[in-house]
């Protein structure tokens, strides 16, 4: 009598079909899922960049301004001192801490989110600017120190569509 070794068809199939079935309930989670993914990642992306303009302001002794385009959904950090504009007549450029990206002021980041998520809100003093001092804090255009929020959107609908990213007056950010 010969042995024999190894797995029929009928066992195979049965596998197969198995592995079907456990795949179909699987990829519907997996689906709803990948947004909340998505606009988690955007925060976290979001607070890098919060944090790195805030490091910049602070290694560079210099004003540092986070710019929020929410109808292009980027965001972009450049260093606010003028530079390649006309100096006044006290030596400063002209454009110094106007709060635009202008001449050849350097520019650190210009970041676009993901594809489907959106910026619907920013609430400093300036709506979509944020600028950290030489010291790393959020200030307004008269130099207090401020505070205020990033609000991101999947545009799923729901509890879990949205995600605040709150800037203290310390500069530090978080996700509420």
């Known amino acids: ?20 079935v456990m795949t179909a309930i699987a990829i519907p989670n997996f689906i709803s899922w990948f947004p909340q993914y998505r606009l988690n990642v955007a925060a976290r992306e979001m607070i890098s960049t919060i944090q790195m303009a805030r490091l910049k302001a602070i290694r560079g002794n210099t004003d540092i301004i986070m710019f929020i385009n929410m109808g ?3 965001v972009t950090v450049f260093q606010d001192d003028g530079a ?4 006044g007549a006290d030596g400063i450029p002209v454009n110094a801490r106007n709060w635009t990206l202008d001449g050849t002021e350097r520019t650190f980041r210009t970041e676009p989110l993901p594809p489907g998520i959106d910026i619907t809100g920013a609430a400093f003093p300036l709506v979509s600017i944020v600028r950290f001092n030489q010291r790393g804090f959020p200030v307004d255009a008269a130099g207090n120190s401020t505070q205020g ?17 709150q800037v203290d007056i310390s500069g ?3 996700m509420l």
């Open 149 to 165: 929020r990033i609000t991101l959107d999947n545009g799923r609908g729901g509890s879990n569509s949205e995600i605040e990213i």
């Open 72 to 74: 292009a959904n980027t």
């Open 1 to 20: 009598m010969q042995k024999s070794s190894g797995f029929t068809f009928m066992e195979l199939m049965v596998t197969i079909a198995i592995l079907a």
């Open 84 to 87: 390649g504009s006309v100096l």
């Open 172 to 174: 530090n950010a978080r």
